[in-house]
């Protein structure tokens, strides 16, 4: 007989752990067990209230993901369970399909992060798990079999991507996007088959920009100097009206506008929201100030940085007002409440979208440009220093935290100043600039944000804050 595994051994032994948004580690240590320990701790642990038969699983299109979807789909087979397998498709098409037909979902990805990396994303029948869940996985004692040898083929089925498309289609017009050139950057991105689809069953004249055959990790909160001189070229060269694309997992978009600059994710959410009448939004900390300046809304709650902690707000703002939403800085969307949108109701997704926003923002009559020129001038840079373990970027913030003061003297300031630490060491000085710095939830990055009243303010400061960085951490290898 088959000794037995117990999940929260095999999971602690891995070294993996949950992140700011699913468990996320290297492709290395997703190994099949600790794949299977995952699936059932999920399954054994978060979804006892709910009946159901069938696990939803969908992949990214990382070349570690499969795998993994297979030991997952394995282990929930040994529990009894029957799966159905979605293939590549974003990871919102996954939780949307899974919600609709009341089934508990995983999608295998590592969303943005390096390539070297992957991670799972676990879904309730009603949405994304809370951070009380994932304790929950982690600690879980039920046990299995090993996987290691058992992993056999899966089967697509696709009527996730054609849920997801008629979500959309269905939604607007067959004209609202007539006239429009869009250019979709396509990548590796989960969604790249779909896209060009979508955009031109809303009336879209449609350009597919440079698919990969290798995985490309785009970070929307952090978009490369390539990325940003490629936008600029193609709608030169094309003459776009926006240029769409979004991160690996199709749950972050990335939007640029007719002169190829690429809207920061918190400002597409802004405006998605304002053009919504949404009444109540919960945004992370590192979402820009123009959310409160613009008066646009009844209530704006601000939370840690990660999807389950804005969920985690909607109830609350629920009561007391009758449309609710989020947004990350990232630019993924959550919607809250059921909204009349265009030709109907477009039901709620509490769960990072990519079309939504892109899609109400590109049906309006202004030009992208137009719309942020609307908008309180308030700007946000932001970089990351890549394989920066987490232990030195909290002695980094330890250090500024010992002398704040001194910290802002040295990029310039000498005034009064107010911190927030709900999510690492934020800021605030009383000209009303912002530093923002954090140790990265999904990867060994340090992430630094800086707010100004102009881009050329956020920018310098933003360089300034991360050379002092590297001149310290020059100082610790002496």
Known sequence: MDSKLVCSEIIANSGIAFGTSGARDLVKDFTPNVNAAFAVAFISSTVNKFIFDTVAIAIDNRPSSYAIAQACAEALKQSGLNVVYYGVVPTPALAYKAMQDGMPAIMVTGSHIPFDRNGLKFYRPDGEISKDDELAIVSSSTSFTSVETKLKALHVDNSATEVYVKRYSSLFSADALKGKKIGIYEHSSAGRDIYKQLFELLGAEVTSLERTNTFVPIDTEAVSVADQKKAIDWS????????????????????????????????????????????????????????????????????????????????????????????????????????????????????????????????????????????????????????????????????????PGYFLSQLGYDERYKIDEVDGLRIEVASGDIIHIRPSGNAPELRFYSESFSLFEAKYKLNSCMALLVSKVDNWSE
């Open 236 to 403: 030169v060269e094309y003459g776009f009206d926006a240029i769409f694309s979004t991160d690996g997992d199709g749950d972050r978009p990335l939007i640029a506008d007719e002169k190829g600059q690429w809207l920061r994710g918190d400002v597409l959410g802004l405006l998605c929201s304002q053009l919504l009448k949404v009444e109540a939004l919960a945004v992370p900390v590192s979402c820009n100030t123009a959310i409160e300046k613009s008066s646009s809304f009844k209530e704006v709650v601000r939370t840690k940085i990660g999807s389950p902690y804005v969920i985690s707000e909607f109830e609350k703002l629920a009561e007391r007002n009758s449309s609710v939403a989020g947004f990350e800085a990232n630019g993924g969307y959550l919607l809250a409440s059921d909204m009349e949108v265009g030709n109907g109701t477009l039901k709620a997704l509490p769960t990072r979208d990519a079309l939504l926003p892109a899609f109400v923002v590109l049906t309006q009559e202004k030009s992208l440009s137009q719309l942020v020129d609307g908008l309180p001038a308030r700007y946000t840079a932001s970089d990351r220093l890549q394989n920066f373990a987490r232990e030195k970027s909290l002695t980094f913030i330890d250090s500024i935290r010992e002398n």
